[in-house]
């Protein structure tokens, strides 16, 4: 269900955020949802690393 809403923003990060959003071919809503859904999203659990797995961590290409 989409729930209109309305921000005050300065008038320079609007036409930023306009440009960048057109730039990614999305609307500025839809970029602004992404990204309070990724901040407001319960972090995912952590899977446990092995040491094993973690000293070979970078040494793999």
């Known amino acids: 269900m989409n729930t ?3 921000l005050v923003l300065d ?3 609007i036409e930023r955020a306009k440009s960048y959003a057109s ?4 609307s500025l809503s839809k970029l602004i949802e992404s990204y309070l859904d990724s ?4 972090e ?4 446990e690393i092995s040491p ?3 000293s070979l ?3 793999i290409s």
């Open 4 to 6: 209109k809403l309305t």
């Open 11 to 13: 008038k320079s990060i």
């Open 23 to 26: 730039t990614k071919k999305t």
């Open 39 to 42: 901040v407001t999203a319960e």
């Open 44 to 47: 995912k659990s952590k899977e």
């Open 52 to 54: 094993l797995v973690k």
């Open 57 to 59: 961590s970078g040494v």
